[in-house]
């Protein structure tokens, strides 16, 4: 394949892995981590905003095009299937041809990742057949306080709103996807080394370490603000409608805006996956 005035080549035998999960829940470090086995390669030193495959293609448009964090799920386009026009030889071609010249193609792994994947596991399906997909899930209280930052003008409400609709995609979407691995972030933090194991287990690689520092105690951060909006003047309200209107669809993948501490995660998408953390 070339790429510019060099010629990249991707083997068909390469074993290509695609990590999807919204914006703030995790999917950079776990990339990284998957990447430091001695037989992968991901992304790095690539110029683009963390290192995202979405950025250094031009198949389909990342998810800036769609308002960016917080917002593109909420757009029909940013969802994709094997039913898109964009599904073609061609596309697949130019695809690892771009990808191929930030990857060490003499690894046996070749780890692409970008937040919006997350909605576009058909159509990876349909252009990569046997790639492994990993989507991390993260608390959405966590990941929506996480996200807020980068969304001027976006309430909390309405991020909740994305995270849920964006995680109904993706559970619609699973069943017609046959290699799927879904890791809740919560799981992937208390056992990172766990989380290797399982994903070098569906690849049929050796085991490796995640060997990259991972720190615990994140949400709890998110939860104590979300605990004093929860009780503010001004927040209290619109804290109270969100819990009473998205509730019972958050609990649908194993969370909670009650009960911080539930993680039901592998429970609830067990039935949807091909392996669950």
């Given at each position: 394949?070339?790429?510019?005035?060099?010629?990249?080549?991707?083997?068909?035998?390469?074993?290509?892995?695609?990590?999807?999960?919204?914006?703030?829940?995790?999917?950079?470090?776990?990339?990284?981590?998957?990447?430091?086995?001695?037989?992968?390669?991901?992304?790095?030193?690539?110029?683009?905003?963390?290192?995202?495959?979405?950025?250094?293609?031009?198949?389909?448009?990342?998810?800036?095009?769609?308002?960016?964090?917080?917002?593109?799920?909420?757009?029909?386009?940013?969802?994709?299937?094997?039913?898109?026009?964009?599904?073609?030889?061609?596309?697949?071609?130019?695809?690892?041809?771009?990808?191929?010249?930030?990857?060490?193609?003499?690894?046996?792994?070749?780890?692409?990742?970008?937040?919006?994947?997350?909605?576009?596991?058909?159509?990876?399906?349909?252009?990569?057949?046997?790639?492994?997909?990993?989507?991390?899930?993260?608390?959405?209280?966590?990941?929506?306080?996480?996200?807020?930052?980068?969304?001027?003008?976006?309430?909390?409400?309405?991020?909740?709103?994305?995270?849920?609709?964006?995680?109904?995609?993706?559970?619609?979407?699973?069943?017609?996807?046959?290699?799927?691995?879904?890791?809740?972030?919560?799981?992937?933090?208390?056992?990172?080394?766990?989380?290797?194991?399982?994903?070098?287990?569906?690849?049929?690689?050796?085991?490796?370490?995640?060997?990259?520092?991972?720190?615990?105690?994140?949400?709890?951060?998110?939860?104590?603000?979300?605990?004093?909006?929860?009780?503010?003047?001004?927040?209290?309200?619109?804290?109270?409608?969100?819990?009473?209107?998205?509730?019972?669809?958050?609990?649908?993948?194993?969370?909670?805006?009650?009960?911080?501490?539930m993680n039901g995660v592998g429970e609830r998408w067990?039935?949807?996956?091909?392996?669950?953390?």
């Amino acid at each position: 394949m070339r790429f510019g005035r060099s010629t990249v080549t991707v083997s068909p035998d390469s074993k290509l892995v695609f990590v999807g999960g919204l914006h703030r829940s995790g999917t950079t470090l776990l990339a990284r981590c998957l990447a430091r086995h001695p037989d992968a390669s991901g992304f790095e030193n690539t110029g683009v905003i963390e290192d995202e495959g979405q950025f250094l293609q031009s198949v389909y448009p990342a998810a800036r095009e769609f308002g960016g964090p917080g917002r593109f799920g909420m757009h029909p386009e940013s969802h994709l299937t094997e039913d898109s026009p964009l599904v073609s030889d061609a596309s697949r071609v130019s695809m690892l041809e771009s990808w191929g010249a930030h990857w060490d193609t003499g690894k046996s792994v070749l780890i692409e990742k970008s937040p919006p994947n997350i909605l576009k596991t058909r159509f990876i399906r349909a252009l990569f057949p046997g790639a492994l997909q990993v989507v991390q899930v993260r608390h959405p209280i966590a990941a929506c306080l996480a996200t807020i930052k980068w969304t001027r003008g976006t309430s909390l409400t309405r991020l909740l709103e994305h995270w849920v609709r964006c995680h109904q995609i993706l559970r619609d979407d699973a069943s017609r996807v046959d290699r799927l691995v879904v890791l809740s972030y919560e799981s992937f933090i208390a056992d990172a080394d766990g989380a290797m194991r399982l994903i070098d287990g569906q690849l049929g690689i050796p085991p490796h370490r995640a060997g990259l520092d991972v720190r615990t105690g994140i949400n709890e951060k998110y939860f104590g603000d979300w605990e004093r909006r929860a009780k503010g003047l001004l927040s209290r309200w619109s804290i109270r409608r969100s819990m009473a209107a998205l509730e019972p669809a958050v609990r649908e993948f194993g969370y909670s805006l009650h009960d911080l501490e539930m993680n039901g995660v592998g429970e609830r998408w067990r039935d949807y996956a091909s392996a669950v953390l």
